[in-house]
């Protein structure tokens, strides 16, 4: 089933992009703000550090969702009748 993942992260893909690009643009804001209260309080240590963001991968985007088929069992029996009926219940 993961292929059926990856297709449909293949469909979405121009969405992915853009929520990777809006996460991007407020992560790298939050990181500058905290970046330079940093300076304010250790300026030597702020030198020292660079904020960099790190995009998913499509195998990390694939990671996160899974799809499953359910079991369904079937009990065949003959009715008065002689007709065969099923009965069919799912396991989760």
Known sequence: MKAAVSAAIAKVQD????TQRK???????TARHTHDALKAIDPNLAKELTP??????TAKWAGL?????D???????????GTVQSLHSRSN
């Open 52 to 57: 960099q963001f790190t995009p998913l991968t």
């Open 71 to 81: 079991i369904i069992s079937c009990s065949c029996f003959t009715n008065s009748a």
């Open 23 to 29: 996460v991007k643009k407020k992560a790298e804001e």
């Open 15 to 18: 969405e992915i992009d853009l």
């Open 65 to 69: 969702f899974s799809v499953n088929m």
